[in-house]
């Protein structure tokens, strides 16, 4: 049977002196294979993720795999604990402001480790490339955690090098988030424009091979740097590594059901990639959309009021269809508009929308797919 243990890696301190942790879960089989890390919630609103895991890990407790998992719920406990009423402010950092998922480092940029490695093995297999990549950046992960803290350390920068470095001997990393009101979608690196059709989500958005500083880009990025190394050296380099963020719909809530269909496409997906001993898992091939960074846009708030969404997420919406309406009342008795409409300017897909009708002018209040394809 699988070995499965846990342990718990302090990420901050509180000002009463408590350590906040985030729990480790490592599930090992008897066999040598692929190794995928799997975090949830680092957005403290973004709750499904952590269905997934539950009925991921109920299948490693009865079914042998090959290979590892690594895999971090609740990643973000001080996101997940900030609280205002009823809603959970997790999304940026409630001392710093910043986003939680947007201060990991891209530490292997430019660099001449990364340079020599590659004239280092400009003839070594794949193989021995690959595992010797990964000590090269299990040292630098290392080095940038240093050189960041020797002034103390960035508390959101310092939390994501933690991360980093949990992920960064695994061959497959899955970083598990919600959206505001929103379906089922998946980010995906061109590079894998193809091969994430393996997960089987609907809606596909394709986002360039470089770095923005989610989680998802920095661990794809080091192999696109070897790659870029690679290729100046004249030897076309296979990336062997794999990187998705998984959209698992909406934020603040959770469900179980739901939680076991997702789980079903990671068990899928794992399966394909030599993880998993046994398929059973697999749903007909949804007809999946794609679109690219640049055709994922967004609509913003034409004016301040109380807003009524009629597109909702996963519609196929055309041009000239009513999106939303807005309703100003401070306008009556004016020559102003008490309702104004707001209309699809392309045919498009309907990701998410804001998630309370109360919105401030310049809010972003949808994000579609244009231009997609199949």
């Known amino acids: 049977m699988n070995k499965i243990t846990t342990k718990k890696i302090p990420v901050s301190q509180m000002p009463n002196g408590e350590i906040l942790s985030v729990k480790v879960i490592d599930v090992k089989g008897d066999n040598q294979g692929p190794s995928c890390y799997i975090q949830a919630s680092m957005h403290g609103a973004e709750h499904q993720g952590n269905a997934l895991i539950y009925h991921l890990l109920d299948y490693t407790e009865s079914h042998d795999i090959q290979g590892s998992l690594r895999i971090i719920p609740q990643v973000n406990p001080l996101a997940i604990n900030t609280k205002t009423g009823n809603y959970t402010q997790g999304r940026f950092n409630p001392n710093t402001g910043h986003n939680w998922n947007r201060l990991y480092s891209n530490y292997t940029d430019n660099k001449s480790s990364v340079k020599q490695f590659a004239k280092n093995n400009i003839n070594s297999s794949d193989d021995l490339i690959r595992n010797n990549y990964k000590k090269l950046l299990f040292k630098l992960l290392k080095k940038e955690q240093v050189s960041t803290s020797s002034y103390g350390k960035n508390q959101n920068k310092y939390h994501n090098l933690i991360l980093q470095g949990l992920a960064a001997n695994f061959d497959i990393v899955l970083d598990l988030h919600t959206a505001g009101k929103a379906t089922r979608y998946l980010y995906a690196p061109e590079y894998l424009s193809s091969r994430c059709e393996y997960l089987n989500f609907d809606h596909n958005i394709i986002i360039k091979n470089i770095f923005n500083g989610s989680m998802d880009e920095a661990a794809f ?29 909406s934020e603040e809530i959770i469900s179980l059901e739901e939680g076991k269909k997702d789980s079903h496409k990671v068990l899928e997906y794992l399966y394909k990639k030599g993880i998993i001993r046994e398929s059973g898992f697999l749903e007909p091939l949804k007809k999946q959309y794609k679109c690219h960074t640049d055709d994922f846009r967004s609509y913003y708030a034409p004016n301040g009021g109380l807003y009524e969404y009629y597109a909702k997420p996963g519609e196929l919406i055309k041009k000239g269809d009513i999106l939303a309406i807005s309703m100003q009342l401070s306008n009556y008795g004016s020559k102003k508009q008490v309702i104004e409409e707001i209309r699809a300017k392309k045919d498009c897909i309907i990701i998410n929308h804001y998630t309370s009708s109360s919105v401030i002018e310049g809010s972003e209040i949808y994000q579609v797919m244009e231009n997609y394809y199949t």
């Open 221 to 249: 990025m080091p192999w696109v740097n070897l790659r870029t190394e690679f290729k100046k050296l004249d030897r076309d380099y296979k990336i062997p590594f794999e990187s998705y963020t998984l959209e698992l719909g």
